[in-house]
DNA sequence: GCGTGCTGAGAAACCGCTTTCTCGACTGCA
DNA sequence: TGCAGTCGAGAAAGCGGTTTCTCAGCACGC
């Protein structure tokens, strides 16, 4: 690996300056008291030569390289992009480096990739939204220290860190309830993934919370093409009755809201748009994008809090999950034509 | 490091299959003949182990760890995570593993990190947008084997892939010539940024082969946020004659827009704007953005191409300069008002 | 029948560092 | 002055593999 000047070892050290390999380490890691004119003549002499010690010889004997691994499915996604960013800083600030593994989406892979990464790190950050549950606890269990990203895994021995779908969902469509909105859809994002299962429950669950409400669950994507494409099966719903949509995530939402422009189709007077994530552009899209906000920095922090609990030996943190925060903004509205309730008629 | 079943080791697996470390090894390895029969022995006593080689052993004998670094100022810049994922990928497949060192745009530390990095790693991709050349040349040094990115060294050994801005922003400034276009202002990017500095050169070639052509340089910046507060400032050039804008890039354009649209000036009508990058939102933006695509995934695959070879002791290859290809969209169009010139009045 | 040349497996050295072990020297107390 | 107790530095034993070196065993040829 990586010394500028190959070739330059302890020995080489100790040699120059007269002391064994033993000194040399002590006075590197500092951790006993070494003769002040030692510690001299050995810094003097790692200058000199341009020593760097090195690093794998290092991770040999202490059993750890001071390195985890994301595994994502897809280095694409704003979400994975901007918890890798906050995982990453957080953990440099404890010396610790970051690896990624793309599994490019191919679950069947994503395994063995798992587990390779896992074998060259110290711990794995697992972010696969469409592994099985049954492989996904089998590998939880053989790659640990690990911390899963968005996955429910009941019972497992394993911290998990991610976002309250449902409960974002479910505030999401209160908002619409409270703008007036009685019949909405959702344009539902990839079918296998489980955080789409969790927006799904979300759906459910605020059905049963609103008597009055009904919504009609749309197939849809997480792209930007998803949703520009989705625009038909969208306006279909509308003529069924729908008022609002609920897109899987924000790209879905301004994809579908670039088309909506396109076709005539007003947002948010001929029909309410929201997305999911609050990505950078939801606030300067126009009309401004209602959304839920995800802490991406702040959950990759809150991974990095749990996996050095974890490398410490410490205890399996509680599963946190952020709940979204709503960002209301143009793209929602109360629905055209007569209003069905109003609280001071 | 990670074995799941730390502890087993080679000897582990020589004992329980009744041979050499060496032969265990050779079984392994693969490069040497080794009866059938012991090979037979030893793969079963793998799997019956769980045995899986150290990677930490291994990269101290070898030298090397199979993994690369990338340094980038900002994991949250669009170009730098489409780099990271071409770059991921295509290492990948040839079994190396990409760590990620984000400087977090602190310029002071930048050098620090990567040559941490790089003593972690078997090379290095360096993202420095913003280190003095002199230093950048010393960093290169002290680092090899490392790919530079975005940047121009003449003379130094080291390969560099990157974007030819001056060549995009000649393009872009005669497209909008074409247009009819004669009074142009670009809104810079981050005034210490090289490849704000190419674009500047950009600028300055252009003006000399269109004589007729006159361009304002604002400041501006790479972000939404820095597009759409510069929206006084571009409408106060547009006042002193400008009808077209390049932003520094996509995201600068885009908040731009935004900020346009809002205050009721009509793009292209009023004034065309374009950008650069072509982020996936360019294409979805209204009115969609005329900018210019740099192929990110494929740069990313480059950077590996020029590092494996690097790698394996190969020669500096040449420097290769992606030229942006025009996308041209509705955001430009001709200007309004009397035009300038006509080929055939 | 015995020397020569191969083949293949085990012994051991080595990669570069950390850490224990050992021992000499020095301090303090009787 | 002598002996137990400390302290600090060097020698050496790993960490877990790979690779060289060595040598036993065997086929072949004269």
């Not at 020593?51 to 994502?72: C, E, F, K, Q, W």
Request: net charge neutral.
């Amino acid at each position: 690996m990586g010394e500028r000047s190959r070739g330059v070892t302890i020995a080489d050290v100790a040699a120059h300056a007269g002391v064994s390999q033993a000194s040399v380490s002590r006075v590197l890691n500092g951790k006993q008291t070494v003769d002040p004119a030692i510690v001299r003549r050995v810094q003097a002499s790692i200058a000199a030569l341009g020593y760097a010690p090195s690093a794998a010889a290092r991770s040999l004997v202490h059993g750890r390289n001071d390195t985890i691994a994301m595994v994502v499915p897809d280095l694409g996604n704003p979400l994975f992009q901007g918890i890798l960013q906050g995982l990453s800083l957080a953990a440099a600030a404890d010396g610790y480096r970051v690896l990624v593994a793309d599994t490019a989406e191919r679950v069947d892979e994503e395994e063995a990739i798992a587990l390779e990464a896992r074998h060259r790190c110290d711990a794995l950050v697992l972010c696969a939204p469409r592994m099985p549950e049954a492989q996904l606890r089998r590998v939880v269990d053989r790659v640990a220290p690990v911390v899963v990203v968005n996955r429910q895994l009941p019972g497992a021995d394993v911290p998990i860190v991610g976002v309250d779908y449902v409960r974002g969902i479910r505030d999401l469509v209160d908002h619409l309830h409270a703008l007036g909105h009685r019949r909405l859809a959702y344009l539902g994002g990839p079918t296998a993934s489980a955080s789409n299962a969790e927006r799904v429950r979300g759906v459910d669950e605020a059905l049963a919370a609103h008597p009055d409400v009904q919504i009609e669950v749309l197939p849809g994507g997480s792209r930007l093409d998803d949703g520009y494409e989705a625009a038909d099966t969208v306006l279909a719903a509308r003529e069924r009755g729908a008022t609002a949509v609920i897109a899987y995530n924000d790209l879905a939402a301004l994809g579908l809201m670039t088309r909506l422009r396109e076709l005539g189709v007003h947002v948010p007077g001929d029909l309410s748009v929201a997305g999911f994530d609050d990505v950078p552009m939801a606030r300067f899209a126009l009309p401004r994008l209602t959304s839920l906000s995800v802490p991406r920095g702040e959950l990759g922090a809150q991974v990095w809090a749990r996996l050095r609990t974890l490398i410490a030996g410490g205890p399996i943190e509680h599963t946190v999950l952020y709940r979204p925060r709503l960002e209301a903004r143009e793209s929602t509205a109360p629905p055209a034509g007569p209003v069905v309730e109003r609280t001071n008629p």
